[in-house]
């Protein structure tokens, strides 16, 4: 399929995109060429809007641990509850590596909140119960 457009200006050079929207993880093929940009390999039309966002403005889910102080486990699990920009993923990560929680957090706790870009909230995935 071909795509135009002023967000497609920017693409360089041919390249493989993996659709992330189902299991079937469709190897897009995405070539800048003379008309402009051609999505093929896509299992369905998903997978179109997928390379325009990802050429466009990439976004990831957040997932990463957080200390807890005086909990069972050192560390939680945690994760954004929409995505972040692509480009502040690492920056955001490296902010949670450096805060601390304090037991018992809970599962669906939000541990911290207006993160990044799209201000999304960061939930605990799991209970930490207090050390007695
Ligand atoms: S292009 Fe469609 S079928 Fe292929 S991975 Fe994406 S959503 Fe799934």
Redesign the pocket.
Known sequence: MQVNGPHFMRLAKNKIMV?M??P???S?SVADNFNGVSIEN???N??IQ?AKKELADPERILTSTMKVDHGVLPLVSVRGDNPVKKDELKALIKQLDGMTLYAPVLSGQIVASDFGRNSVNIIATRTIDRLN
Do not use: Q
Request: aromatic share 8%; hydrophobic share 25%; charged share 15%.
């Open positions: 659709c929207l189902c079937k993880s469709c897009l896509n299992g369905c998903k997978g997928f």
